[in-house]
DNA sequence: ATCTATTTGTACGTATGTATT
DNA sequence: AAATACATACGTACAAATAGA
């Protein structure tokens, strides 16, 4: 799978640095250079690009950027292929959200799809510590809040375990979707609860999902654990429209 | 909705480009700069921030990597906040990609459950224009292929016409992710017809999906559309794992 | 703990390129 | 066509960080 450069047709020309970094990126593929193996060095560059040392830096804070490349100084430094960390990658994608109009609906739409394919999928398929820690998890919102800052943090502890999930997912652009939305929630979610208090009920029947939904990992029941995932995620989505969650405009740090 | 930084915790420390790439945004958005505003010039940002001018400079680079400003030369020049580019995203989130094991099989599942959603979600609601576009598209490959590389632009044609539907997306996201994978289909597909000569049969099959689709969705009827596209995407899935085709590794170009 | 070698990081002066007026 | 205002690129000198003796 050959890098991704990053240049548009109609677009007027390339600056020198973008053209040396997509040259890097090349050279890298063609020399099936692999994570952690070691750039040439700064005069190196100079010298086989017969570009200033300026330009070459700049290149290398592009590919620094797309977290590609990881640079240290010092005896036995330099840069260094890096494969691009899933934080990064989050970042990056939600910068391209942020202007785009993404609702929390939008979010949720999807979510009500994809996560129950993911619980189908992993039926079975989770060892023991992790269906463990998934109860830690469930474990660490034990009663209903009893504040709106409370409440908060439960909802991101209870994200926090559909992320979890989705670490596990064999299919890694499944797992990064639901990791990115998840973060997307976290992240961003802002409550408005102008007629909504905390709900004790609808706290429960969350939580009764998510211990449901380990159960039926644990017994492999694929089915189940589709059912109860897509049960859980339509109640979501009530829920959010109802207390007319909104987004947060911002750019989001790694 | 914050505009996302790229700051890990573990990692060691980030370099002072990045720190103040990371300012600049903080700024823009606290400031609510909006696409096509003007960021202060060079020597405004060099006493702003008290740095070098190179130093400014790989700030800027990082930043246009990103996609989030553009620079121009000549009076009135300087950098502007930039919409992050859809094709720019898609190469980003590629070179994530990159290093872990995507699978063509893995893009054809969710594709699975997208594809027939995102089809239902747009029957009735688009226009007669575009509704024809989408037949000029299926009549540019109005018979079977005769060779290999026939038979390879007329695949990059018909996930055009998927892409092109994606456009229409009213949820982003959706929108953005088929896009994704068709692209990183159409991308990075080898194909290793080791066994498979084209075949007529299967290719009027893949064609009549489209013209039903189209007639679906002119028809508004969502849930034939749902149908029609979820039986296209299993018989798509099922000749790509017949045919073994494989990823190629490589980066991707915006 | 200190020194030394190595490699990146910062600074700045100058010259060139480019688009607007 | 010329002047202007900006970014772009180069080259050199020096500073900071790190690993190892």
């Known amino acids: 799978m050959p890098l991704v450069t990053t240049q548009s047709k109609d677009e007027p020309r390339l600056s020198r640095p973008v053209r040396v970094a997509e040259a890097i990126k090349d050279w890298v593929v063609e020399k099936g250079l692999k994570k952690g193996d070691r750039l040439p060095s700064e005069p190196e560059m100079i ?58 609906a939008d979010i949720y739409e999807l979510r009500c799809t994809l996560e129950p394919q993911l619980a189908a999928s992993l039926a079975g398929k989770l060892s023991d510590e992790f269906l463990d820690q998934l109860e830690d998890n469930i474990a660490s919102y034990p009663k209903p809040a009893q504040s709106a800052d409370e409440e908060r943090e439960q909802h991101i502890a209870s994200l926090r375990f559909h992320a979890l999930l989705a670490t596990q997912s064999k299919n890694k652009l499944l797992g990064f979707l639901i990791d990115f939305m998840t973060n997307m929630l976290a992240d961003l979610t802002v409550y408005r ?10 706290w429960q029947r969350g939580r009764d999902y998510q211990v449901h ?22 109640t979501a989505q009530t829920l959010m429209s109802l207390q007319e969650a909104e987004m947060q405009k911002r750019f989001i740090s790694e």
């Open 193 to 202: 609860r102008l007629y909504n208090p905390p709900n004790a009920e609808l």
């Open 213 to 234: 939904l380990v159960q039926a990992l644990r017994d492999g029941d694929a089915k189940a654990a589709h059912q109860i995932m897509g049960d859980h995620m339509a």
């Open 47 to 104: 010298e086989q690009f017969a570009m200033a040392k300026g330009t070459i830096r700049e290149a290398m804070r592009i590919l620094e950027a797309q977290g590609l490349v990881r640079t240290r100084t010092g005896p036995g430094g330099g840069s260094f292929v890096h494969e691009v960390s899933k934080q990064r990658a989050r970042a990056l994608l939600g910068n391209y959200f942020y202007f785009q109009d993404l609702t929390i």
